[in-house]
Structure formats: C-alpha cells, structure tokens
C-alpha cells in the first residue's frame, strides 16, 4: 500500500545518506601505487590541510613526465550506482519505475495517474502510480503472476485505503493539532459527539476547514511490512488467548507516514502509523479492510494523546453518557413547555 511517487522524472537523484566503501586503500588510479618508480618531491597545500576523501598525494611544482595510461589495470572502475541512489527518499521506492508496456503483458493498461487530496510538504498534492506503473512495479518486486486485467482494480483499492489513511489522520490532527487542553475539550463527550462538533460526520472527509491553522501535510513515508507494531503484536496474543472475542488475522500491510503539524508555536514533525487488515468479504464479493491510524508513542505528547481519544469515548459510553444527554435534553423542553403554559395562563 502507499506507493506514491513524488516526482516523475527528477534530475538527479541523490541518496539521502551516503554509504562509505569498506576498502580503505587508495583507489588505482592514486600515484601511491605506482611503486616501481620513487615518488615525486611532495608539496604541502598553501592551507597545511588535504581535502577529506582526497588521494594522500600532492603534485610537485614541477610536471611529472607523462605515464602510460594504456594498462587497463591503471584505469579507475566507472563509480557504481548504489540501491540508496536510486531510492527516492519521500517514499522508498525507486525513481524510475517505468510506465512503459511490459514485454509480458497481455493488454494495455492507462498510464495516467491520479492526483491524492494529501500535500506534499512544498504544498502539491501527491499523485497516485498509474496501473502500467503498478503493473511494473509488481514485476519488480517478483509478482510475475500478476493478472493484467485485475490491476486497475488493485490501483483502485490501494488510492482508496490511502485516501481512508488520510482522513483517519486529519481526525486526529483536528482534536488534537491546538493542543491537547483543546483536544480533550472536544474528546470529553465520546467519540460520535466529537465528530459532531467537528463538523466531520463523514469519516472519509479530507477537507480542511479550520481557518486559524494550515493544513497538515504528508511529508515522507515508509512501508514496513515486515514490522510488527507493539499493539497489533498484543492483539495477536490476546487472540490466541481468547479467540472468540480478539482473534483477528494479522496485519498485511504496516505503513510509517510522517505529518508536518503547524501551530501557534511553528511546526512539528508528528509520526503516525498504519496497520492494515483484510476482513471478510461483503456476500457480493467485494474486499473489506480496516485501517488502524494512530500517533506513533515517541514520546508522551502522543500517548497523552491516544490516552485521552480512547479513555473519554470509553468512559462516556460506560457512564451511560448519552443517556445524560438524553434526561438533559427532555428536562430542558420540559422546562421550555412549563414556561410557555405559564405565559399562555398569564395573558388569558
């Protein structure tokens, strides 16, 4: 899930950390290996300093007589493309996934791709793979059986199941993106009366309608399948546990996405993540999954946060908080139907 590409054709990609080689001798090409011949009276640089990653060796005033360059032994390898290199770092996957027809594809697949509603962090909107790149990238990974007719329904899925990631995420950032004084305030009374307040009965809305702060905004992601989150972990054991109440298939799919927060006091970065699961089927066939969105817990902003989203819609509905509002409710028109006999009395 979550293959987006934030750029279609980039320039020149650049790893985002550089890999030092383990061979520490200096490459061919250095006159240090030219060891048939004395080395040539070494200068010292006018700044007493050699450059980092530079070749231990200074040339003399004087011009050295020419080489033979003829020996291939003496020629540099060309410098190798590293994995990192060809990654692009908003998202981990490569830059140059193809949208071109694959040699084994049996029909044509469209090679538009369709704008996400997520900023980017320069403010774009990030754009779906189109199916041919789909298709591609499923080769690459090694899915040769992949049908060619069933990929755009798989594009469709995946952009609507990041679409649901995203709404679930500006949930959170509108309880909690002013604080968490705010976000309690809006929390205190379950989780259906916040959605109501907030406006968002829809759960896959993802407009932004809060005029005093920006918009949060996706800045980079990752996908890590192969990690486990403590509490899907803990979900597993209470299923084995208890298998009639917790037991749930694992997660499929495991996403890390990084949103930047912007507030009163600039802005932050706020990691969340996803876990994926796949549910029955509808009696038509279709797919069910369900999305588990929440602030990573690097540190006690975001278990504060968790804590008080979780506790107050568990504490309203097991203080019988709706029924409260309901008494309330009923006393207050009683009290305005009192009232309105009294003025009725008064002026017959």
Not at 256 to 262: A, L, T, Y
Request: charged content about 25%; proline content about 12%; aromatic content about 10%.
């Amino acid at each position: 899930m979550g293959w987006f590409w934030a750029d279609t054709t980039p320039e020149a990609p650049v790893a985002p950390h550089p890999v030092p080689r383990g061979n520490a001798k200096p490459p061919p090409s250095c006159p240090m290996h030219q060891k048939t011949q004395p080395p040539p009276p070494s200068r010292a640089p006018d700044n007493g300093s050699v450059p980092q990653g530079a070749c231990p060796y200074v040339p003399s005033d004087k011009s050295a007589p020419a080489t033979n360059t003829s020996d291939d032994s003496t020629t540099p390898p060309p410098p190798k493309q590293g994995l990192l290199s060809r990654l692009n770092p908003l998202n981990n996957m490569p830059f140059d996934i193809s949208n071109k027809r694959a040699d084994q594809q049996s029909q044509d697949l469209p090679l538009d791709r369709e704008a996400s509603t997520i900023p980017k962090g320069d403010g774009s909107l990030w754009e779906y793979p189109s199916p041919q790149q789909m298709y591609n990238a499923m080769l690459r990974k090694g899915y040769t059986d992949t049908p060619a007719d069933a990929v755009e329904s798989m594009v469709a899925v995946h952009n609507f199941l990041n679409e649901g990631a995203w709404a679930e995420i500006l949930g959170w950032e509108r309880r909690f993106g002013k604080g968490l004084a705010a976000g309690y305030q809006i929390c205190k009374r379950g989780e259906e009366n916040a959605n109501i307040t907030l406006g968002t009965e829809d759960p896959f809305d993802t407009t932004w309608s809060d005029k005093q702060a920006p918009p949060p905004k996706l800045l980079r992601f990752t996908g890590r399948p192969g990690d486990t989150t403590p509490k899907s972990q803990i979900l597993q054991w209470l299923g084995w546990a208890w298998p009639e109440r917790y037991g749930t298939p694992a997660p499929f799919d495991r996403h890390d996405w990084f949103i930047q927060r912007c507030g009163e006091n600039g802005c932050e970065e706020v990691r969340y993540v996803i876990d994926y699961y796949e549910g029955e089927p509808e009696p038509t066939g279709e797919p069910v999954f369900f999305l588990d969105v929440r602030p990573a817990v690097d540190g006690p902003r975001a278990a504060a946060e968790r804590s008080i989203r979780w506790g107050t819609d568990v504490w309203w509905r097991a203080t019988g908080g709706v029924v409260r509002e309901v008494r309330k409710a009923e006393a207050a028109r009683k009290a305005a139907e009192g009232a309105e006999e009294a003025t009725t009395r008064r002026y017959n």
